[in-house]
């Protein structure tokens, strides 16, 4: 069974830096690129970063680009996201998020429970 | 970036109505567009891949259409599970860009 399991969330001040962490299970994971989407309180659906099944190549939101980092432990089946210089507005609910298929066709399959970050003073 | 325009954003029906959802692209994205739910509190799920392709599990009750820049989601006859928000996302280019969803809810 296909798990990821999300942690590192919490409360931060603005200005401050969190790591998320996303635990993967159930699925052979470098084969497999990964995103991290997020959803802010009562509001849809936001893509924030992807990764390359090997970590080699990665891309941002312009929302988060050079404040965000992803990257991936394929020895560790984990994926991370580190967050600095966080603003009120990255206050949201951030999904571990697969990505599979082939031949052009992408879709996230699997996502995880989600880890509420907020940032507030 | 590629925006998608879902409509309508929220929808009143009844068990057993048939819904139709749309969801129409800013620009071309051949049959790159996926659908998924999501109830209050839950993650997404997917239910629809490139336009028409049902995922793995999901009841044939979901069904999409489309390509280009317009696109429909059909639920034939709603049970009371399917009251949920459901969105549109697109995967022809980076950022992969989703609809503002549509809520539906129970009349």
């Not at chain 1, 990764?51 to 080699?56: H, V």
């Not at chain 1, 206050?91 to 082939?102: D, H, I, Q």
């Not at chain 2, 790159?32 to 799920?45: C, E, I, M, S, V």
Request: proline share 4%; with cysteine; glycine share 10%.
């Amino acid at each position: 069974e296909v798990q990821l399991v999300e942690s590192g969330g919490g409360l931060v001040q603005p200005g401050g830096s969190l790591r998320l962490s996303c635990a993967a299970s159930g699925f052979i994971f470098s084969s497999h690129e990964m995103n991290w989407v997020r959803q802010a309180p009562g509001k849809g659906l936001e893509w924030v970063a992807y990764i390359s099944g090997t970590g080699s190549s990665t891309h941002y939101s312009d929302s988060v680009r050079g404040r965000f980092t992803i990257s991936r432990d394929n020895a560790k089946s984990s994926l991370y996201l580190q967050m600095n210089s966080l603003r009120v507005e990255d206050t949201a609910v951030y999904y571990c998020v697969r990505g599979s298929g082939s031949s052009g066709v992408y879709y996230f399959d699997y996502w995880g429970q989600g880890t509420l970050v907020t940032v507030s003073s | 970036d590629i925006q998608m325009t879902q409509s309508p954003s929220s929808l009143s029906a009844s068990v057993g109505d048939r819904v139709t959802i749309t969801c129409r692209a800013s620009q071309s994205i051949s049959k790159y567009l996926n659908w998924y739910h999501q109830k209050p509190g839950k993650a997404p799920r997917l239910l629809i891949f490139a336009a028409s392709s049902l995922q793995s599990g999901v009841p044939s009750r979901f069904s999409g259409s489309g390509s280009g820049t317009d696109f429909t989601l059909t639920i034939s006859s709603l049970q009371p599970e399917d009251f949920a928000t459901y969105y549109c996302q697109q995967t022809y280019s980076t950022p992969r860009t989703f609809g503002r969803g549509t809520k539906l809810e129970i009349k």
